[in-house]
């Protein structure tokens, strides 16, 4: 039988308490404006708000094992936690078969007969692979960087939730979303 101790040292990679809170209300919320501007009721918006919270797991979970893999030796020279620090390429790859198979079944549940959204959500995956994986790694390339960990993290996310709230989104709607005040923690922060 697994502990709970075991457990949470196994999940302990997707550093779950970090995003959770902070990321899927503003994704609820942009995907209840969507709905409310296109005059879409709460009961028809349900499944669209749990596909949100569904396509958002695997994905935060990615972020956080891929940076963690990536960041190893930077995070030692700064002293800073890595949660895959010590742990062996077995277990680093079999978290990252994890977050890539339920990004998998997520698109396939969640983003299905939404072309556009899942387009959004791909690319977000996209943003945060060139981030973090050497050698396009734009993490360390300035602005390069900058650009795709917001877009990864507040832009793209807030994208794909209105759109999958609602497919007809206008593109004022889009614009606005993609305007926003961007909070400072975001995806696998």
């Known amino acids: 039988m697994i ?8 999940i302990a990679p997707i550093r779950a308490g ?3 809170e902070y990321k899927t209300p503003i994704m609820l919320g942009i995907a ?9 009721p709460f009961s028809q918006l349900w ?11 695997p994905l935060a979970s990615y972020v956080c094992v891929i940076n963690d893999i990536t960041d190893q030796r930077d995070d030692l020279r700064a002293g800073k936690a890595n949660r895959m ?12 078969v994890v977050c890539l198979a339920g990004g998998c079944l997520a698109g396939l549940w969640c983003f299905h007969g939404n072309a556009v959204a899942a387009c959004l959500s791909w690319t977000n995956w996209l943003a945060f692979t060139l981030s973090s994986v050497p050698p396009i790694r734009l993490k360390s390339r300035g ?3 900058v650009l795709a960990d917001a877009s990864g993290r507040t832009l793209l996310p807030s994208l794909w939730s209105a759109m999958l709230a609602d ?6 709607l889009l614009a606005a ?9 975001g995806i696998g922060t």
């Open 3 to 10: 502990t709970a101790a075991q457990l949470s040292r196994w």
């Open 143 to 145: 602005l390069a960087g």
């Open 32 to 40: 209840y404006a969507a709905a409310l501007a296109g005059g879409i």
């Open 167 to 172: 497919p007809t989104a206008s593109s004022a």
């Open 85 to 96: 620090a010590g742990k062996s390429a077995a277990f680093k790859a079999a978290w990252l």
């Open 47 to 57: 499944p669209s708000l749990l596909a949100s919270v569904a396509a958002l797991v």
């Open 177 to 185: 979303v993609a305007m926003r005040r961007h909070s400072a923690r």
């Open 18 to 20: 970090t995003w959770w």
